[in-house]
């Protein structure tokens, strides 16, 4: 997690400095020799953990615990061990979903506001832990959102999620 914590930290630092030309040729040469140094290590197996989502509920913390919710560590969105997540802290208050996330420069739609895709994501997987508080796997069909306001970066931010309604659907 810390090696995908410093890469974050790059990417943040590379979309928010003005670097030369030779500095920009001496960030290529030591990213060659890293890119170099991973790829050459086995591929990673992923899976569903084999008891499923049953314990799910007791593996996501309280806020006063000290744990982050790391099921998913490498999730595009919130994984912590994923250089490209955003490494949002989630936790539950009873049957609610929280989610604290500091958005950076990275993911600027327009100067000092998140890009709304981004914002969606977090919201769409803060409402996917409701669903696996409640011990069901599912996807999102549809997503409408309505922004009322923008989204900054630089500034932490916070969505809650909770279970208004349960509908039964069949999937073909």
Known sequence: MRAASLTRELGHDFVARDLSADQLDEVTVHLSELLDLVGGAEPRQQSIPSEGFAKFKAAIP??????????????????????????????????TAVMDVTLGTVVEGTPGRAHGGIVAALLDQT??????????????????????????????????????????????
């Open 62 to 95: 309280e806020r006063d615990q000290a744990m982050r919710h790391q099921l998913f560590a490498d999730s595009i969105v919130s994984g912590a061990a994923n250089p490209m997540g955003r490494d949002g802290s989630f936790w539950r208050e009873g049957d």
């Open 127 to 172: 409402m996917g832990l409701v669903n696996a508080i409640h011990h069901v796997l599912t996807f999102s069909v549809q997503l409408d959102i309505f922004y009322l306001e923008p989204t900054p970066v630089n500034q932490s931010i916070a969505a809650r999620a909770w279970l208004a309604q349960r509908t039964a659907h069949a999937v073909h």
